[in-house]
């Protein structure tokens, strides 16, 4: 199975921005429904962006033209680049992996789709 690492995390100033990075070993990111998800202590993890095999993104309303999921393959990484961000972007994201073999890979698949996960990594806005 695939194992996550999340990096790119950090204290960001509103407006700002970041790039978020999900390295994958153990197996190809080719094979997964690839998503970001973050979570705030009390509240339940919210899906951020998924992206599937062919390259088609899904993003949340809260995000959408603000964010950018993206993939590369051959390097079996998973970014999100997070532009004009704002306080309530602030929680620990956390990336994820969903056995894929076609169909949907959207967010209203909710975080208990998705197979595998990072240890995530924390973005602050102030």
């Known amino acids: 199975h695939v194992q996550l690492v999340e990096s790119g995390g950090g204290s960001v100033q509103v407006g700002g921005s970041l790039r978020l990075s999900c390295v994958a070993s153990?197996?190809?990111?080719?094979?997964?429904?690839m998503g970001w998800f973050r979570q705030i202590p009390d509240k339940e993890r919210e899906g951020v962006a998924s992206?599937?095999?062919?390259?088609?993104?899904f993003y949340s309303d809260s995000v959408k033209g603000r964010f950018t999921i993206s993939r590369d393959n051959a390097e079996n990484t998973l970014y999100l680049q997070m532009n004009s961000l704002k306080p309530e972007d602030t929680a620990m994201y956390y990336c994820?992996?969903?056995?894929?073999?076609?169909?949907?890979?959207?967010?209203?698949?909710?975080?208990?789709?998705?197979?595998?996960w990072g240890q995530g990594t924390q973005v602050t806005v102030s």
């Open positions: 992206i599937d095999s062919d390259g088609n993104t």
């Open positions: 994820a992996a969903k056995y894929y073999r076609g169909g949907y890979c959207g967010l209203n698949l909710g975080p208990a789709a998705f197979d595998y």
């Open positions: 153990g197996d190809t990111i080719g094979r997964y429904c």
